[in-house]
């Protein structure tokens, strides 16, 4: 299947999401993972015996912010993410879906679910790259968080050897608190 089609699956996917929202005062945020410390903290990755390169894999992604580049949320920095699911990928193409918490500075956590998909490319030192590209949905949290909801759209490069730790994302949305 084309990156083409995989974009426009996630596209309608946050549209029908984004739907649930149309009466709620809404908040725009967006923000880049760059200058935070990622690392895959546990993963694991069974071959599929279909075809060669099919891999079921599940995984948990730890991120660090740099305190001068924290993402906000209603007012409140996020200080750290935590992401865990799993990827079908076969030769690094396919689906991923799993769930991110997001802890405050103020010791909430915020709850996200996520869906998308990736692809990925040789690079010229013949490593590869990867891009996954995703529909977000906030559904919650601790705290003052708990009735929080949200849509966003995500796009994150990586590695495909979680070894070298490159893992680096922007998330554009919108908010809100259900009434």
């Known amino acids: 299947m084309s990156s083409f089609l995989y974009k426009g699956i996630v596209v309608v996917l946050a549209a029908f999401i984004s739907g649930f929202a149309l009466a709620q005062e809404k ?39 740099a ?11 996020i200080v750290e993410q935590w992401a865990r699911g799993a990827s079908a990928y076969t030769t690094g193409v396919g689906p991923n879906s799993g769930f991110t918490t997001w802890l405050t500075e103020k010791g909430e956590k915020v709850f996200l679910e996520f869906s998308g998909v990736a692809e990925s490319q040789p690079t010229a030192s013949g490593s590869k790259r990867g891009t996954a590209h995703g529909a977000i949905r906030i559904v919650g949290g601790t705290g003052r968080f708990s009735k929080l909801r949200g ?13 070298n730790g490159y893992n680096r994302g922007t998330m554009k949305g919108e908010y809100w608190f259900e009434k």
Do not use: C, L, N
């Open 27 to 65: 908040h725009s945020f967006s923000f880049s993972s760059e200058g935070a410390k990622s690392r895959y903290t546990q993963q694991m990755a069974i071959d599929v015996d279909d075809v060669p390169g099919h891999q079921v894999r599940v995984f948990e992604v730890q991120r660090v912010f």
């Open 67 to 77: 305190v001068d580049r924290r993402p906000v949320i209603d007012g409140e920095a």
């Open 151 to 163: 849509t966003a759209f995500d796009v994150t490069e990586f590695d495909t050897d979680p070894t």
